[in-house]
């Protein structure tokens, strides 16, 4: 099918530990854009890369980063980890344009205990 | 501040209804994106709008954007239970804002038989 694919889909970490989350975008994308969604919210933009360079950034700290391969794909780390950044943790590919439309994966579920 | 107001959060009908959520902003979008999205997966592309006025048909499902561009809605009609699940709506800004979308809270739809 070549969609979206994160890793893990389930994770549980400490308060004070950093984690990596991996996404392979659909086949043909480029553009990978990294959400945070917390139960019962909406997405929150965290970055998009392209290009293997962040190209924009939404309202996250520093303890945010992350990282684009030159096969697209990408990482997104959190360092530090406090009990809000327990989320959902969604990856989309896109074309640099957007307006196709963006590709979700199904995400990882991050549990800081 | 929330840039795309959802209403209503929350809708329980019964099958055969019609229904129409709605997706209000004060800013300008270059395009708008309706997702659905269900427990544990990725929000799933429904349609994007994009120029002021359009109206576009997918099955029972309509969309239109409206001709300011800082607006729209989707209306079901005949709902069924498969209809079930969080709708929602997203925006890019464009331009130096970038193609990052902005998404709403959701309206989680319940449809029940």
């Known amino acids: 099918d070549a969609g979206v694919t994160q890793s893990p889909t389930h994770l549980i970490k400490t308060r004070g530990q950093q984690v990596t989350l991996r996404c392979s975008p659909k086949s043909g994308h480029d553009t990978v854009s990294w959400y945070q969604q917390a139960l019962g919210q909406g997405p929150q933009f965290i970055f998009q890369y392209y290009e293997e360079e962040e190209r924009q950034r939404g309202n996250f700290p520093d303890r945010f980063s992350g990282h684009q391969f030159p096969n697209y794909s990408s990482e997104l780390n959190v360092n530090a980890l406090l009990l809000g950044d327990s989320a959902l943790y969604l990856c989309?590919?896109?074309?640099?344009?957007?307006?196709?439309?963006?590709?979700f994966g199904s995400g990882t579920r991050l549990t800081v205990v | 501040t929330q840039l795309l107001e959802q209403s209503p959060q929350f809708l329980s009908i019964q099958e055969g209804e019609n229904l129409t959520v709605y997706c209000n902003s004060s800013?300008?979008?270059?395009?708008l994106q309706w997702y659905r999205q269900e427990p544990g997966e990725g929000p799933v592309l429904l349609v994007t709008v994009v120029t002021g006025g359009e109206v576009k048909k997918l099955k029972r499902l309509t969309f239109q954007f409206g001709d300011a561009r800082k607006d729209s809605s989707l209306h079901i009609t005949a709902a069924q239970p498969g209809d079930t699940g969080l709708y929602l709506c997203?925006?890019?800004?464009?331009?130096?804002?970038?193609?990052?979308?902005?998404f709403g809270k959701g309206t989680t739809l319940s449809v029940s038989s």
């Open positions: 800013s300008v979008f270059s395009s």
């Open positions: 989309a590919s896109s074309f640099p344009t957007g307006a196709s439309g963006y590709t």
């Open positions: 997203a925006g890019a800004l464009g331009g130096q804002a970038g193609t990052a979308l902005i």
